[in-house]
């Protein structure tokens, strides 16, 4: 048995007659950063508090190092819960804060110290053991917590969106230290976040949730390369994907032949599911916003500009298409000659274009990818 691996078998949960979970299953290898990512309402967190034993399963198991737990209570599960909000008791030390959990389980006086103080040092919170969490920052907050989780040495640890409390330049330093901290306790752990930049760059893996099903699984440059599906296209991205309704001409040896609006007849390079059912079809394709040009592409679009923010680092640029009541979004560098009200023509490649069914399934492209993959885990 290799401790730290998880696995959800159809899992379900139900609120009477509404079934917000349905039928959820997924195996989490010891070691992994399991990052579950959706809008609000998707059940992501409703997932998380039914691995941890908060919620009651409806149906289907969670099992935890090869022992299903759906009776077990959360403290007998081998996890270690990590809340937004920091939970910390006011009139204790850090100290005190983190042993918590080894005082309630009657701990040695000898044994809480190593774990605390082992803990503290990992965290960077040696110098502020002696301190209450009133004179702390709101990130040493969030370590304090992550502190009283690491001491429990869970075999599974659960963060619900821990960082949401935190202003955006605190968000970035705690995710690099959340990051580092994965790799340094070589630990599983399931996080939970509305933020997909978070999930992007935490994640080993990343499970899109939508309605209380699994969108799609993969690595985060699998979810932006290859979507399974438009929510997913939509979802992974910033700024989001660009969506065009086109019409299917009908497929050949080279792939797809659309025709866009204004634009003309171009072959995507992907593989249809049906070759039948193409010719007449409601296709959307899709084109990220970092992969348009203003000089260079086989498609051109005339636009007249909206927004323009200027990033330093690049430029986004909010546009309507000519003839279109739709914005569409562009990433261009810093110094890009776009001004709001004015007309330009944005580019893009072919090669570069994702194209949906009309049940918003996507074609499977034929360009290759490199490195996309999950690292071997064992």
Do not use: W
Request: charged share 25%.
């Amino acid at each position: 048995m290799t401790v730290g691996q998880l696995k959800l078998d159809n899992v379900k949960k139900s609120y009477g007659d509404v079934e917000v979970i349905q039928g959820v299953s997924l195996d989490v290898k010891h070691g992994e950063f399991i990052v579950f990512v959706g809008p609000s309402g998707c059940g992501k967190s409703t997932l998380l508090r039914m691995i941890a034993g908060l919620e009651e399963i409806t149906a289907g198991d969670v099992v935890i190092d090869d022992k299903i737990v759906n009776t077990l209570p959360p403290v007998k599960r081998g996890i270690a819960m990590v809340f937004q909000s920091y939970a910390l008791y006011p009139h204790m030390s850090v100290y005190e804060n983190i042993a918590f959990p080894l005082r309630v389980e009657k701990k040695s006086n000898e044994e809480v110290d190593e774990k605390v103080r082992k803990a503290a040092e990992i965290l960077h919170l040696t110098p502020r053991l002696n301190h209450r969490p009133g004179e702390l920052s709101g990130g040493q907050r969030q370590r304090v917590a992550i502190g009283r989780a690491i001491v429990r040495e869970p075999s599974v640890f659960l963060f619900d969106e821990p960082l949401s409390n935190l202003d955006a330049a605190l968000r970035a330093t705690m995710r690099v230290e959340l990051t580092k901290l994965h790799h340094d306790l070589d630990a599983t752990m399931i996080y939970v976040t509305h933020d997909q930049v978070e999930a992007m760059t935490m994640a080993d893996r990343i499970v899109v949730l939508d309605g209380g099903n699994i969108a799609q699984v993969g690595t985060p440059l699998e979810l932006y390369h290859k979507p399974d599906n438009l929510f997913v296209a939509g979802f992974i991205g910033n700024p989001k994907m660009n969506f065009i309704e086109v019409t299917g001409k009908g497929s050949d040896k080279d792939g797809v032949r659309v025709e866009v609006p204004n634009a003309g007849e171009f072959t995507l390079p992907v593989t249809p599911h049906d070759e039948d059912k193409i010719a007449g079809q409601k296709l959307t394709l899709g084109i990220r916003p970092e992969h348009t040009h203003l000089s260079e592409g086989d498609i051109a679009l005339n636009m007249t500009a909206n927004v323009v923010e200027r990033l330093g680092i690049h430029t986004v640029g909010y546009a309507n298409r000519d003839g279109v009541d739709e914005v569409f979004c562009t990433v261009q560098s810093g110094s890009a000659p776009i001004k709001a009200g004015a007309p330009f023509q944005l580019r893009f490649n072919a090669k570069d274009c994702h194209l949906f069914d009309a049940d918003g399934k996507v074609y499977e492209r034929k360009i290759e990818f490199k490195d996309l993959s999950l690292p071997d885990m064992n």
